[in-house]
């Protein structure tokens, strides 16, 4: 009988530190609405740092967008970019000249004209000199862009790929991925039947992309 009242005073004993226990942990969780309120964040914080249209990370050192606008500066300053390949033939905006004088930014233009489908010309030649400079690992960090970063943007990088032995079907896969329902079938096809043969001699120690073994 003495054990069993033992046991009833030991259960009695663990329920009511259990029960203190959950009051514990209520009172613990009532926040305090005396304290004062966050501050809101201030300029330079990585709210204001907006990357421009389609931005993405090409590469160690390679980056691809649509066309930066003044709103980007800031987060460009982030990627202390020595070179830009544009792909359009209109002029650089003023501010846009600006922005790269006072960064120590060279801009390398190749005016490759946005047709529409039927009437596409890709110029080879200027994709091979693009490529040229993209491969200078002297020009790295270097952001490639043209207005919407989709259809020249993504025949440069598409050309890019092969150099990198990509297959035909990841090369297509992203250069959708960028295009969606804008993807052409020339741009395609303009990638698949790119001669890298010259091109092949140029180094790319750059490339994150080798296997490892």
Same mark, same amino acid.
């Given at each position: 009988m003495k054990l069993l009242g033992n046991s009833n005073k030991e259960q009695q004993q663990a329920a009511a530190e259990e029960e203190d226990m959950c009051r514990t942990i209520e009172v613990a969780s009532v926040v305090d609405l005396s304290s004062p309120p966050?501050?809101?964040?201030?300029?330079?914080?990585?709210?204001?740092?907006?990357?421009?249209l389609n931005f993405s990370m090409v590469d160690n050192g390679i980056f691809r967008s649509g066309f930066p606008d003044s709103a980007n500066f800031t987060f460009l300053q982030t990627l202390r970019l020595r070179s830009i390949i544009y792909l359009c033939p209109e002029p650089y905006p003023d501010s846009n000249m600006e922005f790269l004088k006072s960064n120590g930014v060279r801009l390398f233009q190749f005016g490759i004209e946005g047709h529409k489908e039927p009437f596409v010309n890709i110029p080879e030649d200027m994709i091979r000199e693009a490529l040229k400079v993209l491969l200078d690992v002297r020009n790295h960090p270097v952001l490639i862009h043209c207005k919407r970063g989709k259809h020249r943007t993504g025949c440069l990088v598409g050309c890019l790929r092969k150099l990198q032995r990509w297959c035909l079907t990841s090369v297509f896969d992203e250069y959708q &991925?960028?295009?969606?329902?804008?993807? &052409?079938?020339?741009?395609? &096809?303009?990638?698949e039947l790119f001669d890298i043969s010259s091109l092949k001699h140029l180094p790319m120690s750059f490339s994150c992309l080798k296997r490892k073994r």
């Open positions: 966050v501050a809101p964040p201030v300029a330079g914080d990585d709210l204001s740092l907006i990357p421009p &991925r960028f295009a969606a329902a804008k993807t &052409r079938v020339s741009d395609q &096809r303009f990638m």
